[in-house]
């Protein structure tokens, strides 16, 4: 099992930047990726970043240039860096991480940490 934890969130204005961090721990081995996703009311929940094992990071289109994934390999923990951010930006932010069991992908997910961005 993988337990993560979320911190990070918050009330930000429209252009502010938050910095959201997910620390992993229990039986880490074989992740194949880390990433983040968000769930905004009234919608599925949706990728915003991930980041392969050996380092390849992807983006939603409605993030690129403002967001950046990056992790910490010594403290297992994933970052997302969220600049000039947008109110469409509210949501609650999921961490996740894929580990590889012999022959099946197992999810972890987090808890969630709400991130709302005011006009």
């Known amino acids: 099992q993988v337990q993560l934890v979320e911190s990070g969130g918050g009330l930000v204005q429209a252009g502010g930047s938050l910095r959201l961090s997910c620390q992993a721990s229990?039986?880490?081995?074989?992740?194949?990726?880390m990433g983040w996703y968000r769930q905004a009311p009234g919608k599925q929940r949706e990728l915003v970043a991930v980041?392969?094992?050996?380092?390849?990071?992807n983006y939603a289109d409605s993030v690129k240039g403002r967001f950046t994934i990056s992790n910490d390999h010594a403290k297992n923990t994933v970052y997302l860096q969220m600049n000039s951010l947008k109110p469409e930006d509210t949501a609650v932010y999921y961490c996740n991480v894929a580990q590889q069991r012999r022959n099946v992908e197992f999810a972890y997910w987090g808890q969630g940490t709400q991130v709302t961005v005011s006009s």
């Open positions: 229990g039986s880490i081995f074989s992740i194949n990726a």
């Open positions: 980041i392969s094992s050996a380092g390849g990071t």
